[in-house]
């Protein structure tokens, strides 16, 4: 949760009070009232953004709930779009996604929230509708029973997720008497158990004004907005429903420990130490802690157990604060023969904040950071809208100025005094998920002399080998000398800075003796160059309260940067050292290596991972498509660092790179200065001729083709494909049409096979295009015993589209979701300076976004079912399954 709170207190610093005729007016825009019945009314107008996000919050929890309820907040938020008196089944997310919005909901531990983002001028409308929804719906118990299915496909789902599990047992051994420890989803036994009689009296107790709070953020008008909520939610009558008091945590007398094994290929592990409640005085130093330990490649524990020790692939800390004291969390992920050697470094580096001040250095580069996180998070409507909402439920001030004051003035002294405060032995809980057969002999006892250990290490002083060294819409488009080309928009809405370089490359450039080689490049090049070490330019990045990494994709790979505008030049001179000069350090790239080859590890325990892996296995037969994006275990141990080396050198070439900014800078000044850093850039002498390198794509399978993996698991997931088209082939867009009509919430296979027949919870049509070739087809989880009924309903509505024309409703729909999406995914700087790359290096040129909003309007019903009958192919697919058995 911490990312949201330090959104909002951004927020804080640069707003003031004054009043306005309706109701306070907290800050310039953001204005709160109070109806008579008690609803809250909150709303943040962003003049200009062109698009609103619509929001009910109900102080409805998990954590609210009786012993026989659990689990029912979270089937409510199921139940509460399917249908109300005004409005059937399917069609409250239907009227919006017809609007081209998204309409979603979810549910925490203390509150539920129902949500919609779409373009401002439809607000209105997508307010009736939640309104509507949250008052009137009608939990029909036929509608109830299909759901609560869909509930328990999600549980098992969830079960299958070694994360998951591990955050759960987690909660339980961390907790226990507080409902923190309980899933917020419930259990097969409660979800199965629940009526409609059961919901309403929930809802009664819940579900009442003075409970409640709309919240606006967009393009939208204050004094409008209130009088719309007035007008929907104003004659709600208030309830006389007395939350009982929650049960007290007591405090911890000694460690607790859980073991979970599983089949997977990876181990985790978690550590938790009790915290603070959101507005507790020590929840700001508590934050600064986390981002010490454990946020991002500066951290504590990434150079500590990654970096200098190799124990482990990734490890990350972080704070749960919210409404009742939380916790501090580490975890990792890592080979189960480390588990031990990882446990007790992870809480040596916990337990060393007692005994060693962090430096000065180190505590103003996450003081910066922390910042940089608020702005970053200013810059879509949903961001603010969740921070508002957060802050409000948590604090009753959704600006809480005081927090971001006390994250500036945390120092050396107060983390010393807060460690020592909350980092006892006796109090830590901690635990792992392992594979079955790895053989772990970890149990209370010994975990126990593990913590021992670490804070004897601790206590000894141990050298701080993390402290840093001492030596420490406006687009124009412009081409350099040397070929290369630069992108500038011109945005000074947010000060932020987006910085994208790419080339063509990627999978496409890949044989099965480099496969993964770009998956390594992008991973290796952004760590070193040829002056600067990792932890030298990991210090630099951070210190500009930046992030720096590398990509790459089917076709192409390339750097990312993010800044705050203020440190612009200096990151793009890191830039261009780091493309220019990269280090491709031997060290480095043997610390890269396994973690890409645990990555391979983490793929074999992700079922849908594995699914789509095989699926393009096999359709894509003798094209680089068919390869895995992450490479494979053979080539990933035989590529050397100048084998790496030598493909970059081939692709990284200024006349096919694309170099975009997007954010708080001036084209023209860009233009120089990208002059001064790259033009002097000249690549080697034979890229013209790898550049044009054309590959013809695979044929159709002859007939159908299956595949199937056995897992110990308690879904299975499905895939049914076919070969699909290319990025410059008009029937893209019918495709993509296509593939909305049949999913989304309101699209066909939801409607049928999840709302209809309970068949499954996760589902979705997908069309994927390629520079040579592409696919389409349909991705289901469900329960092994439903998997030939879910076959058998998969393939009629895979008939029905080609057989019969869709709707005018369903095509305008679709219509209205994919430009609302194009318009929605283009809000920060990052997606802008993405989107202006790719549209330049795969030749679609930047007046792209309303050649696409074109071309999707022009298509009709006949176009639909021409394409469907063109690539649906029943006697050419690819069918995998990966899961359980029956």
Avoid: C
């Amino acid at each position: 949760m911490k990312n949201i709170f330090v959104t909002t207190l951004f927020l804080a610093v640069i707003l003031m009070t004054t009043h306005t005729l309706y109701a306070t007016e907290l800050a310039p825009h953001l204005h709160k009232d109070t109806l008579d019945n008690g609803l809250t009314v909150m709303v943040k107008e962003m003049p200009g953004s062109k698009v609103a996000t619509v929001q009910i919050w109900v102080k409805a929890g998990s954590i609210y709930e009786e012993e026989s309820e659990a689990g029912i907040t979270h089937l409510i938020e199921h139940m509460i779009f399917k249908g109300t008196p005004s409005r059937g089944p399917g069609q409250l997310a239907e009227e919006i996604e017809g609007l081209g919005g998204r309409i979603n909901a979810y549910t925490s531990f203390e509150h539920t929230v129902y949500h919609a983002t779409l373009s401002a001028r439809h607000w209105q409308q997508a307010l009736e509708v939640l309104a509507d929804s949250v008052r009137n719906s009608l939990f029909d118990a036929t509608e109830l029973e299909r759901e609560k299915k869909v509930v328990l496909e999600e549980i098992g789902m969830r079960n299958d997720r070694p994360g998951t599990m591990l955050f759960q047992s987690l909660m339980e051994n961390a907790y226990t008497v507080h409902p923190y420890r309980l899933p917020i989803i419930g259990t097969v036994e409660s979800v199965s158990g629940f009526s409609r009689d059961d919901i309403l009296a929930y809802m009664a107790k819940h579900y009442k004004p003075e409970n409640m709070m709309v919240l606006v953020v967009g393009d939208v008008r204050y004094a409008e907005v209130r009088s719309t909520v007035k007008n929907v939610l104003g004659d709600m009558a208030r309830g006389d429903y007395v939350q009982p008091p929650l049960p007290v945590e007591p405090e911890k007398k000694e460690p607790a420990f859980f073991a979970l094994r599983q089949d997977v290929g990876q181990s985790h592990l978690a550590l938790a130490f009790p915290g603070t409640a959101f507005v507790d005085a020590d929840t700001a130093v508590l934050d600064v802690i986390a981002s010490i330990l454990g946020e991002g490649e500066t951290s504590r524990l990434y150079h500590e157990l990654r970096d200098k020790k190799q124990l482990v692939y990734r490890a990350n800390s972080a704070a749960f604060t919210a409404k009742y004291p939380g916790l501090l969390q580490v975890t990792a992920v890592l080979d189960a023969a480390n588990m031990e050697a990882a446990m007790e470094a992870a809480l040596a580096e916990v337990f060393l904040l007692k005994y060693l001040p962090v430096s000065d250095e180190e505590l103003t580069r996450v003081k910066r950071n922390l910042e940089g996180d608020f702005v970053f998070n200013l810059e879509t409507a949903e961001g603010q809208a969740r921070t508002l909402g957060s802050f409000e439920f948590l604090t009753g001030d959704p600006t809480n100025t005081l927090y971001l004051d006390q994250i500036r003035s945390v120092t050396k002294e107060d983390i010393l005094a807060v460690a020592n405060k909350y980092f006892r032995p006796e109090v830590v809980t901690g635990g792992f998920l392992g594979p079955r057969q790895a053989g772990l002999d970890i149990d209370q006892e010994r975990f126990a002399q593990i913590i021992e250990r670490a804070e004897e290490r601790a206590r000894q002083g141990v050298p701080a080998s993390y402290l840093p060294d001492a030596y420490l819409t406006n687009v124009h488009r412009f081409t350099l000398a040397n070929g290369m080309t630069l992108v500038v928009r011109e945005d000074a809405d947010v000060e932020t800075v987006a910085i994208r370089a790419i080339f063509p490359g990627g999978l496409r450039s890949e044989t099965e003796m480099t496969n993964g080689a770009f998956a390594f490049i992008a991973d290796l090049l952004p760590k070193t160059t040829e002056e600067l070490s990792a932890r030298q330019l990991a210090v630099k990045v951070a210190d500009m309260a930046g992030s720096l990494s590398g990509f790459n994709g089917k076709n192409t790979f390339g750097l990312k940067g993010d800044f705050l505008a203020r440190y612009f030049e200096p990151a793009l001179a890191l830039v261009r050292d780091v493309l220019v000069t990269p280090g491709f350090d031997k060290g480095e790239a043997e610390k890269i290596r396994p973690e890409l080859l645990a990555q391979l590890k983490h793929q074999e325990d992700s079922l849908p991972a594995l699914a789509f892996r095989e699926f393009n296995r096999i359709l894509f037969q003798g094209h680089p498509y068919g390869l895995n994006t992450l490479g494979a275990e053979g080539s990933l141990a035989r590529l050397k660092v100048d084998d790496l080396q030598a493909i970059y050198r081939q692709h990284a070439v200024p006349d096919k790179m694309v170099l975009t900014v997007a954010g708080a800078v001036k084209a023209k000044e860009v233009r120089e200065r990208v002059e001064e850093l790259f033009g002097t850039w000249q690549g080697p002498t034979d890229s013209q001729a790898l550049a044009e390198e054309s590959l013809l794509p695979p044929d159709p399978p002859i007939e159908p083709e299956m595949y199937s993996i056995s897992r110990d698991k308690e879904q299975v997931h499905i895939i049914i494909g076919f070969l699909g088209t290319t990025l410059h082939d008009d029937d893209r867009f019918a495709l993509e049409i296509l593939d909305n009509i049949l999913s989304g919430q309101s699209g066909r296979l939801f409607t049928e096979l999840r709302d209809k027949k309970s068949l499954a919870y996760s589902l979705s049509a997908f069309s994927l295009v390629g520079l040579d070739t592409g696919s389409f087809g349909i991705y289901i989880g469900t329960s092994p015993d439903k998997r030939e009924e879910v076959i058998s309903s998969l393939w009629k509505e895979l008939y029905q589209v080609m057989e019969q024309e869709v709707t005018d409703k369903e095509l305008q729909r679709a219509k209205n979701v994919l430009i609302s999406n194009y318009e929605l995914r283009l809000q920060t700087h990052s997606q802008q300076a993405m989107e202006m790359a790719l549209n330049e290096v795969y030749n679609l040129g930047q007046d792209h976004g309303s050649r696409y909003i074109k071309e999707i309007n022009k298509v009709d019903k006949a176009r639909i079912q021409e394409v469907a009958r063109k690539y649906i192919q029943p006697e050419h697919y690819v069918m995998v399954t990966v899961g359980a058995e029956k």
